[in-house]
């Protein structure tokens, strides 16, 4: 059974950082694509940073040069180290991990948002304020 629970969610002020985890359990695949998205109120999930299992690494425009997403070597930590922290950053943060693992272009998984098609954690708030 696969599960991803995410922590490290918290209020900061404008500047400031957080690292959330996703702690990820019983995914154990060689091909494979994960990311973070986050949701803020009354808007779509959007994806944040994205990783898949060749090493390549994208992010949305918006977290560019702030934010980093990174993996463990046991690969059951997925991190997203988050710096210069603005109010729009605001939202709720989700783990996801395809439900069908394989190679696909990365920066079209993270932009699709395929809520059916992935695994989700439970999430956890970053609330920034300014």
């Known amino acids: 059974q696969v599960q991803l629970v995410e922590s490290g969610g918290g209020s900061v002020q404008s500047g400031g950082s957080l690292r959330l985890s996703c702690a990820v359990s019983?995914?154990?695949?060689?091909?494979?694509?994960m990311g973070w998205f986050r949701q803020a109120p009354g808007k779509e999930r959007e994806g944040v940073a994205g990783l898949d299992s060749s090493g390549k690494i994208v992010y949305a425009e918006s977290v560019k040069g702030r934010f980093t997403i990174s993996q463990d070597n046991a690969k059951t930590t997925l991190y997203l180290q988050m710096n210069s922290l603005k109010p729009e950053d605001t939202a709720m943060y989700y783990c996801a991990a395809q439900r069908a693992p394989r190679l696909e272009h990365l920066n079209r998984w993270l932009i699709r948002v395929d809520l059916g098609g992935n695994y989700w954690g439970q999430g956890t708030q970053v609330t920034v304020s300014s």
């Open positions: 019983g995914y154990t695949y060689n091909s494979y694509c």
